[in-house]
């Protein structure tokens, strides 16, 4: 046991937000002897790159991806996906499967290679078209060569009612100064650049956590996800609303020490 490495949980936050939600799950995860690293993607958190230099899904993971190939050949981890984040580990468990021991998909995008990402999102559109959630706002780079950008931007209202009804009004007034828009990427980078097979992604062990509250990937809708590609374990956090880093941190680090111990 002497020469055993600590455990190590790299943690991939949603849209809009960037390695500060996490703070509160860092602080017990690092005080159980796990390793933790948060990483912010391109163009979120305090990450240099701006909004209109993101011009596909795997420039904005590539930070992600940039820390699995600097890790020693021999090491793994276990990747933390929380919502978009979800698709964001999914790629790199395409990519570099033998560095992963877990997925856990955070009440997030879990696609595989029976179940595209962008059928799910297209999906999920037409439920939020239901329900205004998102403000959507288009821009155009200086350069005429490109390709029109299009991103969302936080709203508020949305946000409030949204992801945080059941977080610490601290907590969001946290967010409210923190979060970035999104890029919107188009459905040609989406198939293009998101190809899940069997032989890497599929090798992978995955573990869901579902929150019961959630106003934005609703339980339903989760629960749609996990019976159309069924990971190795299904979790649920009640009384957690779209941020369980922030309304339940107690619960989901539970969750996590417990994943670590058995799947590491």
């Avoid at 879990?110 to 037409?126: A, I, N």
């Avoid at 069924?230 to 779209?242: F, L, Q, R, T, Y």
Wanted: aromatic fraction near 10%.
């Amino acid at each position: 046991m002497e020469g055993k490495k600590k455990r190590r949980l790299v943690l991939v936050h949603g849209a809009y937000h960037g390695a500060w939600c996490w703070y509160k799950l860092s602080t017990l995860l690092d005080s159980a002897g796990l390793q933790v690293t948060s990483l912010d993607m391109a163009a979120s958190g305090i990450h240099p790159n701006q909004l209109l230099d993101i011009t596909s899904v795997s420039q904005y993971v590539e930070p992600l991806l940039q820390f699995l190939r600097s890790l020693p050949p021999e090491e793994r981890v276990i990747l933390v996906g929380h919502s978009f984040g979800g698709l964001c580990i999914s790629l790199a468990m395409e990519m570099f499967p033998h560095k992963v021991a877990a997925a856990v998909f955070l009440t997030g995008w879990m696609p595989g290679p029976h179940l595209s990402y962008l059928s799910l999102f297209l999906e999920f559109k037409h439920r939020l078209s239901l329900k205004s959630n998102l403000d959507s706002k288009t821009v155009s780079d200086e350069n005429s060569n490109s390709h029109e950008k299009r991103y969302v931007t936080p709203d508020p209202q949305s946000l409030a009612s949204n992801f945080y009804q059941l977080s610490p009004p601290e907590d969001f007034a946290l967010a409210l100064s923190l979060v970035r828009p999104f890029p919107i990427f188009s459905d040609e980078d989406l198939r293009e650049n998101i190809q899940l097979t069997e032989e890497n992604h599929g090798t992978v062990v995955r573990v869901y956590i579902v929150c019961e509250e959630d106003k934005l990937i609703e339980k339903d809708f989760q629960l749609s996800i996990i019976e159309r590609n069924p990971p190795n374990e299904v979790k649920v956090i009640s009384g957690a609303d779209h941020m369980p880093m922030l309304s339940k941190p107690q619960q989901l680090f539970s969750y996590l020490q417990e994943i670590a111990n058995i799947y590491y």
